[in-house]
């Protein structure tokens, strides 16, 4: 069974940086599209940021575009997510989530599109 491991979740200052990794064990499984999603306390769960894994093409939340990136790196079977500029509002449980089959370009901030998910990792942001 496949398992996404969130990591580099933390407590920083706003406008500090902080780097999230999620790394994919267990059988090798097809990867079409990993994403990064986030849930503030009494909010649903948003979209933040996609990744094409062959072709690297990138997709990003508005609210975060600018100052997030994602990436990926084959070899690891690892997909980063680079924050920069924090705000107070970025603090969430952050989740990885991988989506083994294909889906349009429409469907990578949509929940539905990703079949396994991580755990979580805590993120919070204070001014």
């Known amino acids: 069974q496949v398992q996404l491991v969130e990591s580099g979740g933390g407590l920083v200052q706003a406008g500090v940086p902080l780097r999230l990794s999620c790394a994919a064990s267990g059988r090798t499984f097809s990867r079409y599209a990993m994403g990064w999603f986030r849930q503030a306390p009494g909010k649903e769960r948003e979209f933040v940021a996609a990744i094409k894994w062959s072709s690297g093409s990138t997709y990003y939340a508005d609210s975060v575009k600018g100052r997030f990136t994602i990436s990926r790196d084959n070899a690891k079977n690892t997909v980063y997510l680079q924050m920069n500029s924090l705000k107070p509002e970025d603090t969430a449980v952050y989740y990885c989530?991988?989506?083994?089959?294909?889906?349009?370009?429409?469907?990578?901030?949509?929940?539905?599109?990703?079949?396994?998910w991580g755990q979580g990792t805590q993120v919070t942001v204070s001014s």
């Open positions: 989530a991988a989506a083994s089959l294909m889906i349009s370009s429409s469907s990578y901030s949509k929940e539905y599109g990703y079949g396994t």
